[in-house]
C-alpha cells in the first residue's frame, strides 16, 4: 500500500470521513503526504481529536469508548471557547480549507492550535512517559492552519499559549476537572494494553517530526 493511501485510509481518514462539509466546494491538496495530514489535522472536535495523538501515546484512542477522556477534552474545548471566540469572517481560499459552519479565517490567536495544545497538555498527564512525543505530536497538529494557509505562524503560537493557560486555569481551579483527568487516566492506561498500533503510525514515521522514545 502506497504512503498516500495508507494516510488516507489511517490517520488521515478524518478529512473525508468524519470532517465537518465545508461551507464550499473544497479546494483538493496538493499531492504531498505532509498536507494530507494537515488537513486531517483540521479536525479538533473533542469526540475526534484524540486519535491525532494515538501514535504519541501508543493507543488507539477512538477505538473504544473512554467517555472521561472525551469529558476532559469537551471541558478543555468550552474553556478555549471562551477566551477565543470563533471568528466569522469570510472563508479563506486556502488548500486544506474545511471549516466549522459560520468559520472564518482566523484573526488573533488560532482556535484550534489552542484546542489542540489544552488536549496535549491534558494527554501529557494522562500518559507522563510520553509527554515528550505527545508535545512533538501537538506541534504538528497545530501547525496544520499555518500550513493550509489559514492562519500564520504568529497565530498559531498565540493559540498554544492560550491552550497552555486554558488547561493551567482548569486544573488548578476545578476540582471536578481533575478527579476527571484521574479517571481518564484509567482509561488510557487500559487502551494502552492493546498491542495493536494504529494503522497511521507508519504513515506519521514517514511523514512527520519523530516522536521521542520510538512512538
Known amino acids: 500500500m502506497d504512503r498516500r493511501r495508507l494516510i488516507l485510509t489511517g490517520a488521515a481518514g478524518l478529512a473525508s470521513a468524519c470532517a465537518s462539509p465545508p461551507p464550499g466546494p473544497l479546494i483538493a491538496p496538493a499531492p504531498d503526504d505532509r498536507l494530507l495530514f494537515a488537513q486531517a489535522h483540521l479536525e479538533v472536535r473533542p469526540e475526534l481529536a484524540a486519535q491525532h495523538f494515538d501514535c504519541a501515546i501508543g493507543a488507539r484512542l477512538t477505538v473504544r469508548r473512554l467517555p472521561a477522556l472525551t469529558k476532559v477534552l469537551q471541558a478543555l474545548a468550552d474553556e478555549v471557547a471562551v477566551?477565543?471566540?470563533?471568528?466569522?469572517?469570510?472563508?479563506?481560499?486556502?488548500?486544506?480549507?474545511?471549516?466549522?459552519?459560520?468559520?472564518?479565517?482566523?484573526?488573533?490567536?488560532?482556535?484550534?492550535?489552542?484546542?489542540?495544545e489544552a488536549y496535549a497538555q491534558a494527554l501529557r498527564r494522562l500518559a507522563p512517559d510520553r509527554s515528550q512525543a505527545v508535545s512533538a505530536r501537538a506541534g504538528d497538529v497545530a501547525s496544520a492552519e499555518a500550513l493550509?494557509?489559514?492562519?500564520?505562524?504568529?497565530?498559531?503560537?498565540?493559540g498554544r499559549?492560550?491552550?497552555r493557560e486554558a488547561f493551567d486555569v482548569l486544573f488548578h481551579t476545578r476540582p471536578a476537572f481533575r478527579d476527571l483527568v484521574d479517571q481518564a487516566a484509567v482509561e488510557v492506561a487500559e487502551a494502552r494494553k492493546d498491542s495493536i498500533e494504529s494503522p497511521g503510525c507508519a504513515a506519521e514515521r514517514r511523514t512527520l517530526s519523530p516522536l521521542p522514545g520510538g512512538g
Open 148 to 158: 493550509c494557509g489559514l492562519a500564520d505562524q504568529a497565530a498559531v503560537d498565540q
Open 161 to 163: 499559549t492560550v491552550g
Open 83 to 116: 477566551r477565543v471566540p470563533r471568528d466569522v469572517g469570510p472563508a479563506p481560499a486556502g488548500v486544506c480549507v474545511r471549516l466549522l459552519p459560520g468559520e472564518g479565517a482566523q484573526r488573533g490567536p488560532s482556535r484550534r492550535a489552542a484546542l489542540v
